[in-house]
T-cell receptor, first 114, second 112 residues
Framework: GAVVSQHPSWVICKSGTSVKIECRSL??????MFWYRQFPKQSLMLMATSNEGSKATYEQGVEKDKFLINHASLTLSTLTVTSAHPEDSSFYIC??????????FGPGTRLTVT | DAKTTQPTSMDCAEGRAANLPCNHSTISGNEYVYWYRQIHSQGPQYIIH???NNETNEMASLIITEDRKSSTLILPHATLRDTAVYYCIVSDLKTSYDKVIFGPGTSLSVIP
């Protein structure tokens, strides 16, 4: 099946700094990728839809100026958490659409803000 | 997308079949039933999907009722590695823009 990778798998950063997370589709082209956030013992929450060559579409309540998404190529989307705070500590997961009918998920990135 | 209802948690003895139910009474005609699972601290893993016929692959079987208002995921011989949260999702993932929206899922514990 199709493979989606994320880098880094875990990151620790200091409060006020920015951190970038990469999501790559390794063996297929993805015009659309999705970013999720998951807090402990909760389900995945969709944050935004990343479209290659255009602006991302954010879900209600997600701050677009804080979570910057760039989808510069058909195999790479990046999520930058700007001015990170401890409440941004979470598990961030991306997925890539492989139509028809399937989406493939990355292994996730654990972000800890100290 | 149609809403789904799943039990919060289930236990299953190792080696026995695990039957995970899902209700999706508001499913529309063009929506598929998808099952994903998430093992602790990993990304979700696709298991199986179906429209109206029963489906089987190397991981599981999916049984969809004739009225399509409910379905059951069957893991025929559960192992400890099947302990995970299982998500039943109803969606029409025909285009690249279609989203996967997760509910709370069912936490399956396979017991030795």
């Amino acid at each position: 099946g199709a493979v989606v990778s994320q880098h880094p798998s875990w990151v620790i950063c200091k409060s006020g700094t920015s951190v970038k997370i990469e999501c790559r589709s390794l063996d297929f082209q993805a015009t659309t990728m999705f970013w999720y956030r998951q807090f402990p013992k909760q389900s995945l929450m969709l944050m935004a839809t990343s479209n290659e060559g255009s602006k991302a579409t954010y879900e209600q309540g997600v701050e677009k100026d804080k979570f910057l998404i760039n989808h510069a190529s058909l195999t790479l989307s990046t999520l930058t958490v700007t001015s990170a705070h401890p409440e941004d500590s979470s598990f961030y997961i991306c997925s890539a659409s492989h139509p028809p009918y399937e989406q493939y998920f990355g292994p996730g990135t654990r972000l800890t803000v100290t | 997308d149609a809403k789904t209802t799943q039990p919060t948690s289930m236990d299953c003895a190792e080696g026995r079949a695990a039957n995970l139910p899902c209700n999706h009474s508001t499913i529309s005609g063009n929506e598929y039933v998808y099952w994903y699972r998430q093992i602790h601290s990993q990304g979700p893993q696709y298991i199986i999907h179906g429209l109206k016929n029963n489906e089987t692959n190397e991981m599981a079987s999916l049984i969809i009722t004739e009225d399509r208002k409910s379905s059951t995921l069957i893991l025929p011989h559960a192992t400890l590695r099947d302990t995970a949260v299982y998500y039943c999702i109803v969606s029409d993932l025909k285009t690249s823009y279609d989203k996967v929206i997760f509910g709370p899922g069912t936490s399956l514990s396979v017991i030795p």
